[in-house]
């Protein structure tokens, strides 16, 4: 079980938008960045938020993030079908020494 | 272009010991913090251990199980495994982090190493 918490799975349109949130602790989220990735199917991982909300260059201002306290949330925008992919958000732990990964959220584009 | 290749996957009997590599390319290797995450099949990403410039770390269901090492002058980060459990069957990817320190922001990622834990 994740310390990190996502909801498994979020649905919208296409062009909608769909909010991913990222519950954590004091330990976590609470005090470091938080980063998120996008994992299409039988493919490796890829950054897709840094620093919170800073995104690395190729990827589209579509995505945006942020961090209230010990939660994120990762807002994408306009959904397009080949959004449609597994989320993970992701931070340092204090007390535990280690990285954390959310459980992932399945996002479906109807 | 940045690469990251992974070598050294494959079945290996419960209990029993692997290594890991991973050869980069494309970066100076030395100035970038790298880890290892793994996926088990159907399953979500877990974290498995990382080398900073601030040392090294682990999650907690590898700890004295896993070490992770490096080998600059060789652009090579290892991963020693022992005492290997069925639950360690994942495809193992390597990461290169996008700085010297934060470990959980994975710049790139490798292609993944499949290893099995089976009797």
């Known amino acids: 079980q994740s310390v990190l918490t996502q909801p498994p799975s979020v649905s919208a349109a296409p062009g909608q938008k769909v909010t991913i949130s990222c519950s954590g602790g004091s330990s976590n989220i609470g005090i470091n960045y938080v980063s998120w990735y996008q994992q299409l199917p039988r493919t490796a991982p890829k950054l897709l938020i840094y620093d919170v909300y800073k995104r690395p260059s190729g990827i589209p201002d579509r995505f945006s993030a942020s961090k209230s306290g010990t939660s994120a949330t990762l807002v994408i925008t306009g959904l397009q079908t080949g959004d449609e992919a597994e989320y993970y958000c992701a931070a340092w732990d204090n007390r535990l020494i280690a990285v954390l990964f959310g459980g992932g959220t399945k996002l479906t584009v109807l | 272009e940045v690469q990251l290749l992974e070598f050294g996957g494959g079945l290996v009997q419960p209990g029993g010991s692997l290594r890991l590599s991973c050869v980069g390319s494309?970066?100076?290797?030395?100035?970038?913090?790298m880890g290892w995450v793994r996926q088990a099949p159907g399953k979500g990403l877990e974290w498995v251990s990382g080398f900073s410039l601030r040392g090294t770390s682990y999650a907690a269901s590898v700890k004295g199980r896993f070490t992770i090492s490096r080998d600059n002058s060789k652009n090579t980060l290892y991963l020693r495994m022992t005492k290997l459990r069925t639950e360690d069957t994942a495809v193992y990817y390597c990461?290169?982090?996008?700085?010297?320190?934060?470990?959980?922001?994975?710049?790139?990622w490798g292609q993944g190493t499949l290893v099995t834990v089976s009797s």
């Open positions: 990461a290169k982090s996008d700085g010297p320190e934060r470990l959980n922001e994975i710049e790139y």
């Open positions: 494309g970066f100076t290797f030395s100035a970038y913090s």
